[in-house]
């Protein structure tokens, strides 16, 4: 079993809709929440990060972390065709070996105008 | 944009061969960390360096080596090249071990092995 698990998609939308994306860990010793926007060809670009669970919002984005069931969510609203890109989760764990941070697959979304 | 910066943008080398990858870090950044990132997947952690010093590391062999200098840029080494080696390659850097959450990444060396 993969530490990190992420619907690869692809997830087609059209313009406008909300979209969710999740991602399921199994190592509850993971402190630290990310998700990342990756665009074709570019490195990935850090849209949001939490250290607890509930819910931050940054925008028309919003990150969602519920450490019982090990579940992370990002909701986008108002989707637009430039959000398409994947989206990749990550989950950061810092202990006397240092920090590692491990990444699920990406989902790739697609936005249709 | 971030101020991460990578060179070479692409790279072609044949098995057995050995290459080195370079990371400039963002200003004020202390911290380098790098991925590998196969095609249709996502990056894996390969090590991290915090003042020059190696601190954390993934499942890659020993072949896998970096180096970070005093201006806290860095290198990624890799000796003996095989085909599964080819992939982009990332760095990301952060401020302090504690901000390791708040990576930012470079655009990627792409490496092709032949």
């Known amino acids: 079993q993969k530490e990190v698990e992420q619907d690869p998609g692809p997830l087609s939308v059209p313009e406008g809709a909300i979209v969710s994306l999740n991602c399921t860990y199994s190592n509850s010793a993971f402190q630290y929440f990310m998700w990342y926007r990756q665009y074709s060809r570019k490195g990935p670009e850090l849209l949001m990060y939490?250290?607890?669970?509930g819910n931050k919002e940054d925008g028309r984005f919003t990150a969602q972390v519920d450490k019982s069931s090990k579940y992370i969510s990002l909701f986008i609203r108002d989707s637009q065709p430039s959000d398409s890109a994947t989206y990749l989760c990550a989950m950061g764990l810092e202990n006397t070996g240092g920090f590692k941070t491990i990444f699920g697959a990406g989902t790739r979304l697609f936005v249709k105008a | 944009e971030t101020g991460v910066t990578q060179s070479p943008t692409h790279l072609i080398k044949t098995r057995g061969q050995q290459v080195t990858l370079r990371c400039s870090s963002q200003s004020g950044h202390n911290t380098v960390s790098w991925y590998q990132q196969a095609l249709g997947q996502g990056p894996q952690f390969i090590f991290q360096?915090?003042?020059?010093?190696?601190?954390g590391r993934g499942n890659f062999p020993p072949r896998f080596s970096g180096l970070q200098f005093p201006n806290y840029s860095s290198e990624l080494n890799v000796n003996a090249l095989e085909l599964d080696d080819s992939a982009l390659y990332l760095c990301?850097?952060?401020?302090?071990?504690?901000?390791?959450?708040?990576?930012?990444f470079g655009p990627g060396t792409r490496l092709t092995v032949t």
């Open positions: 360096y915090y003042r020059e010093e190696e601190n």
């Open positions: 939490t250290y607890s669970s």
């Open positions: 990301a850097s952060s401020e302090g071990l504690a901000g390791g959450s708040e990576q930012y």
